[in-house]
């Protein structure tokens, strides 16, 4: 890993966990579900397809934190930086995203890095940074989940990327 990649990735960490700890005031969520399984084309994934899972950390009234991670198949050929990547890559994305609004409907703005595990390697991918701009509707009951979003992206701090995402699943 490059030094600004090691750089951005310590940096990421720490806001992460400022931001998490300042929602550690134990809200009650226990009528409210916190859990989404969804099925998402694009998006932070950076693939044609992911399979995430969502955990609803803390709710204010009108602000929400939550932390995700899925698993993604990329088979295709491509070069990104010029590094080759051929055949089959599985990548883990992983994401934080604070959620602004009152109901069902929010904004969201989040940020996240797909994982990526090739042979003989395993860490960031190629250092993909992806941000995601979006509408989300998530039911206050169990029940429908839709997220739709634009992700602009930062590929090994050079090559600026931008992608969009649409995901649909479950509340629990």
Known sequence: MSR???????????IILVITSSYTKGQDLANNPRNVVY????????????INYERILAKGEITSLSIGCGLSLLTNQST?????????????PIQINLL????EHKFEFGYGMPIGIEKPEFGLEAGFYVFRLGYRYQSHKRGLFFRASINPSLIAMAIPWAMGGLGIGYTF
């Open 4 to 14: 600004k990649s090691q750089f951005l990735y310590r940096i990421s960490v720490v």
């Open 39 to 50: 099925y998402e084309l694009g998006g932070v994934g950076f693939s044609f397809y992911s």
């Open 80 to 92: 990104v930086n010029h590094v080759g990547f051929n055949g089959n890559q599985l990548k883990l």
């Open 100 to 103: 602004f609004g009152r109901k």
